[in-house]
């Protein structure tokens, strides 16, 4: 429940994991970089928020979903006015609800879709408001699949290899006020 303030540095700690509830907020934008070679933080049990950062050059694999942000069995996650660069994944939500993910920036490097992970990518999860994001250089800007009971709003997803937005076995969702700019396609609904 307490809450840790990171100053402004480049730090490269390793794989960082979170298994408690946690405010983390950066000051001076922090960069942690996971020097291409792994996920770089690691969420995982309940009422955790990550405001403020800079994540960078997260591990690419084509067998592993590395990622920035990887949140796993989590209830409660906040992340939010974070800025995402060179990621195979930017966030990664697995078996997670009431969620919030807005206002964050994410670039990557598009190669290949099958050497490219999404942006924002949600599976199995439900109660997710995805907002005010801005993504770009993905395979997919966002994903959902196996998500209900969610709210995509007021995003931009832009340059991404295959689509905007894309949709896969889920229900119950609703997208509204989003821009979709120059991806393979704008929104499939599958």
Same mark, same amino acid.
């Given at each position: 429940?307490?809450?840790?303030?990171?100053?402004?540095?480049?730090?490269? #700690?390793?794989?960082?994991?979170?298994? %408690?509830?946690?405010?983390?907020?950066?000051?001076?934008?922090?960069?942690?970089?996971?020097?291409?070679?792994?996920?770089?933080?690691?969420?995982?049990? %309940?009422?955790?928020?990550?405001?403020? $950062?800079?994540?960078?050059?997260?591990?690419?694999?084509?067998?592993?979903?590395?990622?920035?942000? %990887?949140?796993?069995?989590?209830?409660?996650?906040?992340?939010?006015?974070?800025?995402?660069?060179?990621?195979?994944?930017?966030?990664?939500?697995?078996?997670?609800?009431?969620?919030?993910?807005?206002?964050?920036?994410?670039?990557?490097?598009?190669?290949? #879709?099958?050497?490219?992970?999404?942006?924002?990518?949600?599976?199995?999860? %439900?109660?997710?408001?995805? #907002?005010?994001?801005?993504?770009?250089?993905?395979?997919?800007?966002?994903?959902? #699949?196996?998500?209900?009971?969610?709210?995509?709003?007021?995003?931009?997803?832009?340059?991404?290899?295959?689509?905007?937005?894309? $949709?896969?076995?889920?229900?119950?969702?609703?997208?509204?006020?989003?821009?979709?700019?120059?991806?393979?396609?704008?929104?499939?609904?599958?």
């Amino acid at each position: 429940g307490d809450t840790v303030i990171v100053m402004g540095g480049t730090y490269r #700690e390793g794989k960082l994991l979170i298994d %408690k509830p946690l405010t983390l907020i950066g000051i001076d934008r922090p960069l942690l970089d996971g020097e291409n070679a792994r996920d770089i933080l690691t969420l995982s049990g %309940k009422n955790i928020t990550v405001m403020g $950062f800079r994540f960078e050059n997260s591990g690419i694999s084509a067998m592993n979903d590395l990622a920035a942000i %990887k949140c796993i069995d989590i209830t409660g996650v906040h992340i939010e006015d974070n800025q995402i660069a060179r990621s195979h994944f930017a966030i990664h939500l697995a078996n997670a609800s009431d969620i919030v993910v807005r206002n964050n920036t994410i670039e990557g490097v598009p190669r290949s #879709e099958h050497n490219t992970g999404n942006g924002i990518h949600l599976w199995k999860c %439900k109660n997710a408001l995805i #907002e005010e994001n801005d993504i770009s250089g993905h395979r997919d800007g966002i994903y959902f #699949e196996f998500v209900s009971d969610s709210r995509i709003r007021c995003n931009t997803s832009r340059g991404n290899l295959r689509y905007g937005l894309h $949709f896969m076995f889920s229900t119950d969702d609703r997208f509204e006020g989003n821009r979709f700019i120059e991806n393979g396609a704008g929104v499939a609904v599958m």
